[in-house]
């Protein structure tokens, strides 16, 4: 009996882990991924998997939804699980892991499986004669795109960008950070940089009017709530900033032995970790203004900025 061939659009996570469990059950897999060809305004490694937003793929602890989701994948032998947890970064109950290793991690792994294709160029037309699984996600070639709106009848794909700056881990003065986790609950994976109440107010401010990138053609201001610019949760409240990412509850600054009005984290973006990502940071300000503003944060004042 002839075993039916899958063809998957998309080297994507989701595009990653449909091939590895299609392979696993027999069946041969044609992965396309237009990668290192074409790019996406997003993308910027030539690997498969790329994590183009965060480092985090949220809780790991299983008393959470997340959590849980992630106890359920590495029952069902996930690719994507197995390659997060090999490539891992110390981040407390969070999965994160270091962004290029994990990319190669994935892409080995699958090209080690017998019935593998992977062709790297652009699919510009969705194939109606054959098995196929559209895994492109948002940041979908605009080709592709009119042919998935053709097909549907509607308008049907969305992405607002906003990435969180990473800067040099020995540019950090670490006279006016610490790390530490919450209530010391688990490992210090976190580098908290405090901030006085005046301090605060000031770099809201900033945040607030600070010159921000113009939105690209196929970018449009309907924020995911979820994982908002830190300029625009700056702008919602004189507090929502003290209340959400920079809240201080639980991280009392040895240094002075008081809880700070306001805090920053990092956490290592990478498994060295010579680089740190600013946590809950994403933001649309220009590459001048970042660096203007960030700095700000006492522990910031030199920081070098990797991205």
Same mark, same amino acid.
């Given at each position: 009996m002839t075993v039916a061939?899958?063809?998957?659009?998309?080297?994507?996570?989701? !595009? $990653?882990?449909?091939?590895?469990?299609?392979?696993?059950?027999?069946?041969?897999?044609?992965?396309?991924?237009?990668?290192?060809?074409?790019?996406?305004?997003?993308?910027?490694?030539?690997?498969?998997?790329?994590?183009? $937003?965060?480092?985090?793929?949220?809780?790991?602890?299983?008393?959470?939804? #997340?959590?849980?989701?992630?106890?359920?994948?590495? $029952?069902?032998? /996930?690719?994507?699980?197995?390659?997060?947890?090999? @490539? /891992?970064?110390?981040?407390?109950?969070?999965?994160?892991?270091?962004?290029?290793?994990?990319? *190669?991690?994935?892409?080995?792994?699958?090209?080690?499986?017998? !019935?593998?294709?992977?062709?790297?160029?652009?699919? *510009?037309?969705?194939?109606?004669?054959?098995?196929?699984? %559209?895994?492109?996600?948002? =940041?979908?070639?605009?080709?592709?795109?009119?042919?998935?709106?053709?097909?549907?009848?509607?308008?049907? =794909?969305?992405? +607002?960008?906003?990435?969180? #700056?990473?800067?040099?881990a020995d540019s950090v003065?670490?006279?006016?950070? +610490?790390?530490?986790?919450? +209530?010391?609950?688990?490992?210090?994976?976190?580098?908290?940089?405090? =901030?006085?109440?005046d301090e605060y107010r000031?770099? *809201?401010?900033?945040? %607030?009017?600070?010159?921000?990138?113009?939105?690209?053609?196929?970018?449009?201001?309907? +924020?995911?709530?979820?994982?908002?610019?830190?300029?625009?949760?700056?702008?919602?409240?004189?507090? @929502?900033?003290?209340?959400?990412?920079?809240?201080?509850?639980?991280?009392?600054?040895?240094?002075?032995? &008081?809880?700070?009005?306001?805090?920053?984290?990092?956490? &290592?973006?990478?498994?060295?970790?010579?680089?740190?990502?600013?946590?809950?940071?994403? @933001?649309?300000? @220009?590459?001048?203004?970042?660096?203007?503003?960030?700095?700000? %944060?006492?522990?910031?004042?030199?920081?070098?900025?990797? *991205?």
């Amino acid at each position: 009996m002839t075993v039916a061939r899958v063809n998957i659009i998309g080297g994507g996570l989701a !595009g $990653c882990e449909a091939a590895w469990q299609i392979l696993r059950r027999g069946h041969p897999v044609r992965l396309f991924e237009m990668k290192p060809h074409q790019f996406s305004p997003a993308h910027k490694l030539k690997h498969l998997a790329e994590l183009v $937003c965060s480092n985090s793929l949220k809780s790991n602890d299983p008393t959470s939804a #997340p959590g849980l989701l992630k106890a359920e994948l590495r $029952c069902l032998d /996930s690719l994507i699980l197995a390659s997060a947890d090999e @490539t /891992s970064v110390p981040a407390g109950s969070a999965l994160a892991v270091d962004r290029e290793l994990f990319a *190669r991690s994935v892409e080995s792994a699958l090209e080690a499986q017998d !019935g593998l294709i992977i062709e790297r160029r652009e699919i *510009r037309d969705i194939p109606l004669d054959d098995l196929t699984i %559209i895994a492109t996600g948002p =940041l979908t070639s605009d080709a592709l795109a009119r042919s998935l709106s053709d097909l549907l009848g509607q308008s049907c =794909l969305y992405f +607002y960008d906003a990435i969180a #700056p990473i800067v040099e881990a020995d540019s950090v003065d670490m006279a006016s950070a +610490y790390w530490a986790s919450r +209530y010391d609950k688990g490992t210090p994976d976190y580098l908290n940089c405090p =901030l006085s109440e005046d301090e605060y107010r000031h770099f *809201r401010h900033e945040l %607030i009017s600070g010159n921000k990138v113009a939105a690209r053609p196929f970018e449009e201001a309907r +924020y995911f709530e979820g994982c908002l610019p830190i300029e625009v949760l700056a702008d919602r409240g004189e507090n @929502t900033l003290a209340f959400g990412p920079m809240k201080p509850v639980g991280l009392v600054d040895p240094h002075t032995g &008081k809880l700070p009005y306001a805090v920053v984290q990092m956490r &290592k973006e990478n498994h060295s970790g010579t680089l740190l990502n600013l946590v809950g940071f994403q @933001t649309k300000l @220009t590459w001048p203004e970042q660096k203007r503003i960030f700095r700000m %944060i006492p522990a910031l004042r030199k920081a070098v900025f990797a *991205r």
